[in-house]
T-cell receptor, first 117, second 114 residues
Framework: NAGVTQTPKFQVLKTGQSMTLQCAQD?????MYWYRQDPGMGLRLIYY???????DKGEVPNGYNVSRLNKREFSLRLESAAPSQTSVYFC????????????????FGPGTRLTVT | GNSVTQMEGPVTLSEEAFLTINCTYT??????LFWYVQYPGEGLQLLLK?????DKGSNKGFEATYRKETTSFHLEKGSVQVSDSAVYFC?????????????FGTGTRLTIIP
């Protein structure tokens, strides 16, 4: 049981380049999330997917697109990278379809450290 | 909207010292509250949680009590170890069913000196 996996671990891009961050989970969770972590800002939600086939904007969606490819996979795309997108990106998943709060925890991947020069 | 205010760091303590990291929140209804820990180079791990008022979450010697009257969820440990050095995040999840989004505090970096 790998939990939540992310690729790549590290990436350096030049301004204007594009790339896709990959995330997969093997816990059969319905909901998946993308966050970015910046110094002094905590984690901020970029996009989330409550279930397969649906996506919604979070707090900081500008400059990003997402695809919920299937129940397991949720990718984050930067079409034209900017230095302001230098950050650590975390993917998470949870089982939202239960009214039992204890079962709705979010599990996080190890992160992708992205630098845009 | 929901918000979490967390004690600013960094915090440096000697081994076996008592630890408190303050966390207060603003939210409607009855949110669930969490502490996550991030060890160097790793992702976030759930440390403890509380889902209703007066609940006490505990794990690995850490404790936090959900205080609705003071809207607080302070993290405490009686005797810290070098291995506790990490960044700690307080977070809340709204009380509405289907609202799974977490709101995080800014994080507190803790360093324990031998």
């Amino acid at each position: 049981n790998a939990g939540v996996t992310q690729t790549p671990k590290f990436q350096v891009l030049k301004t204007g380049q594009s790339m896709t961050l990959q995330c997969a989970q093997d816990m059969n969770h319905n909901s998946m999330y993308w966050y970015r972590q910046d110094p002094g800002m905590g984690l901020r939600l970029i996009y989330y997917s409550a279930s397969e086939g649906t996506t919604d904007k979070g707090e900081v969606p500008n400059g990003y697109n997402v695809s919920r490819l299937n129940k397991r996979e949720f990718s984050l795309r930067l079409e034209s990278a900017a230095p302001s997108q230098t950050s650590v990106y975390f993917c998470a998943s949870s089982e939202a379809r239960t009214r039992t709060p204890n079962l709705r925890e979010q599990y996080f991947g190890p992160g992708t450290r992205l630098t845009v020069t | 909207g929901n918000s979490v205010t967390q004690m600013e760091g960094p915090v440096t303590l000697s081994e076996e010292a008592f630890l408190t990291i303050n966390c207060t929140y603003t939210a409607t209804g009855y949110p669930s509250l969490f502490w996550y820990v991030q060890y160097p180079g790793e992702g976030l791990q759930l440390l403890l949680k509380a889902t209703k008022a007066d609940d006490k979450g505990s794990n690995k010697g850490f404790e936090a009590t959900y205080r609705k009257e003071t809207t607080s969820f302070h993290l405490e440990k009686g005797s810290v170890q070098v291995s506790d050095s990490a960044v700690y995040f307080c977070a809340l999840r709204g009380s509405n069913f289907g609202n799974e989004k977490l709101t995080f505090g800014t994080g507190t970096r803790l360093t324990i000196i031998p």
